[in-house]
């Protein structure tokens, strides 16, 4: 959602800045724009589009060694070239992530005669300091008045035509780091962005700004007080988000999930093949009376495997809760809960708003994410890596089967630290399931087939399934619907007759998973049922309980870890479903890969 770069060096920025929002582009847009600035002014690009559209417009030979970028996803005004970023007064140009939420009031109180030229939020920034600056406040102090005045998130790169050497950034709630380089500073949403200059980074806290110049980067509290922060070096390397000789990132982040699954337990994995975890994490595990999961989306489904996994491993009462819902409707708490967050982004800001305000009320926190250096990894007390690496494709696939496998580490452990009998080693068990999640590389042709035969013309789906398998067809039917657009629908398989097989009509496609031992015969009835009223059923078992019309036997895998393989077919049928659809598997419409607003 939303991206920003920032050059401020010796070479041509627009290149770079045109490869950093390319970089950004997963994190899905709908418009884009850059400003250059050299000696003679500050010269803004912006398209409705793709980078590739703003490429085009992008007017090759004004050359200029500092910059700004922008990749927009609407909030506040429809996606036009005229809502696109950068947004300009007189002196000032400005890109800006987030949401200012008393944006009208603060119009009105400041600026009721200015006449804005955008539908958006972020021009009141641009504004404001062109005003405090025409008051006589020096750009610092008027960036600074100016942000002070706001409430919501951004992260924000502003421009000065009377100081065009200098990137004045601004940070709350948004993420945005600073790279650093010899002779060379960059802003960056994402490290991604700015690989391609350097791998070291320095983090922006919120309410902080930051002056940049190609030499010297100072951040600054809104105080004025300098404050100084080391760096770091990204884990990350350039070759790690690049598609190779993959058609999508999705295809290829479904085939890198065996390796991840094998990662995650050499990171988790001791000299001695004992889990390796911090023992603080283990404390607060143990010492919770209940366990909340929050998180949205897939990340959430994961959450609900998460659940079944830690109740039954590690007889902790756990909740699963949708973040956006949490936030505003919070139900009675135990008298010593947990507060796990999944978030592979680690920014998505329905689950850092719960986090903020858990955090208020004293409790304990850990994040799951797939980005250590993430606001929801900083701001909560314990991370758990999750090691999947980058997820480009906006449909997430490795970091949801890398979750399951963390939470089912840390079910383990916290067992086996309270003592529980235990004759199951997960990570062992990991192994066998990387090794059974193999099998689907060899088995695209079936699975493609099977997408073209029920979902080439359907305007609806189904999925059912029991128990854990319940979840997986939530996230079966997530990854179909956003990908190809087709209505699709996870179920419990005892629950369509309660009214919803009333959709069931003469060939609607229900994908029916059948891998849990106590369950899997009640789900065939279940099947029996939508078949009687007409439906095209596509069974997906489990060795050991598959029955000779099958589609899809998935290997034997521990019953706790069904879903880290059952949800790869689904993940390949969403896959090739939207490709036979001619979509745009990476970057489907209205998505956002970073979902930083509320
Ligand atoms: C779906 C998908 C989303 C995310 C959700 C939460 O494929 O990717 O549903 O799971 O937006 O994002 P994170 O996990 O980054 O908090």
Redesign the pocket.
């Known amino acids: 959602m939303c991206g920003i770069v920032g050059y401020v060096g010796a070479e041509d920025a627009k290149e770079i800045l045109l490869r950093g929002l390319e970089k950004l582009e997963y994190r899905g847009y709908d418009s884009a724009g850059l400003a250059i600035a050299n000696d003679q002014g500050v010269h803004v690009y912006k398209e409705k589009g793709r980078i590739a559209t703003l490429r085009e417009a992008v007017n090759q030979t004004e050359a200029g060694t500092v910059g700004i970028g922008h990749t927009r996803w609407a909030t506040h005004g429809a996606p036009s070239k005229l809502n696109a970023h950068p947004h300009q007064t007189a002196r000032y140009t400005i890109v800006h992530n987030g949401v200012i939420e008393n944006y009208e009031q603060v119009r009105r109180e400041y600026l009721p005669d200015v006449e804005m030229t955008s539908d958006t939020d972020t021009e009141i920034i641009v504004q404001l300091v062109e005003k405090f600056a025409s008051d006589g406040e020096t750009t610092e102090v008027a960036f600074r008045h100016a942000l002070s005045l706001l409430k919501g998130s951004y992260a924000t790169a502003l421009l000065d035509l009377e100081d065009p050497e200098t990137i004045y950034v601004g940070k709350n709630k948004s993420p945005l780091l600073i790279g650093l380089s010899d002779g060379v500073n960059v802003v960056a949403s994402d490290a991604m962005a700015m690989l391609q200059v350097t791998k070291e980074f320095v983090e922006i806290m919120d309410e902080e700004i930051v002056i940049v110049t190609k030499d010297n980067v100072t951040i600054k509290k809104m105080t004025g007080d300098v404050v100084t922060r080391d760096s770091y070096v990204a884990e990350i390397d350039s070759s790690d988000i690049e598609k190779g000789t993959y058609p999508h990132y999705m295809l290829k982040e479904i085939d890198e999930q065996p390796f991840v699954i094998r990662n995650i337990v050499t990171k988790y994995k001791d000299e001695d093949d004992s889990i390796k975890l911090d023992d603080n994490v283990r404390q607060a595990v143990l010492g919770a009376d209940r366990i909340y999961i929050i998180?949205?989306?897939?990340?959430?489904h994961a959450g609900l495997v998460g659940k079944e996994m830690i109740e039954k491993i590690a007889h902790i009462p756990v909740e699963t809760h949708i973040a956006s819902e949490f936030l505003y409707n919070m139900p009675i708490l135990s008298k010593k809960p947990l507060f796990i967050f999944?978030?592979?982004?680690?920014?998505?800001a329905d689950?850092r708003g719960v986090l903020v305000n858990v955090k208020k009320l004293g409790h304990q926190t850990l994040t799951i994410t797939n980005v250590p250096g993430s606001t929801?990894s900083r701001e909560a007390q314990f991370t758990l890596h999750t090691h999947a690496g980058p997820e480009i494709a906006?449909?997430?696939?490795k970091?949801?089967t890398a979750q399951m496998a963390v939470l089912v580490i840390l079910a383990v452990d916290a067992a086996r630290a309270s003592g529980l009998e235990m004759d199951f080693d997960p990570l062992q068990e990991l192994g066998i399931v990387a090794n059974a999640m193999e099998i689907f590389t060899e088995k695209k042709d079936v699975l493609e087939e099977i997408a073209r035969d029920y979902l080439s013309v359907t305007r609806n789906c189904f999925f059912i399934g029991r128990s854990m398998d319940y979840h997986v067809c939530m996230e079966g039917s997530?990854?179909l619907k956003?990908i190809s657009y087709i209505q699709a629908e996870g179920f419990a398989g005892g629950e369509l007759k309660h009214g919803t097989i009333a959709l069931i009509e003469e060939g609607t496609p229900v994908i029916g998973l059948a891998t849990q031992e106590n369950v899997h015969l009640n789900l065939r009835g279940n099947m029996k049922e939508v078949v009687a009223r007409g439906a095209y059923p596509c069974m997906i078992s489990m060795d050991g309980f598959q029955e000779e019309d099958d589609k899809i036997v998935i290997p034997k895998v521990h019953n706790y870890l069904t879903p880290l393989v059952s949800v790869i077919p689904l993940q390949l049928i969403a896959y090739y479903a939207a490709l036979h659809r001619g979509c745009d598997v990476d970057k489907p419409r209205n998505?956002a890969?970073?979902?930083t607003v509320e």
Request: glycine residues 8%; neutral net charge.
């Open positions: 998180a949205a989306g897939t990340s959430y999944i978030s592979q982004s680690g920014e998505t689950s929801l906006v449909a997430s696939t970091a949801y997530l990854k956003e998505l890969k970073s979902v």
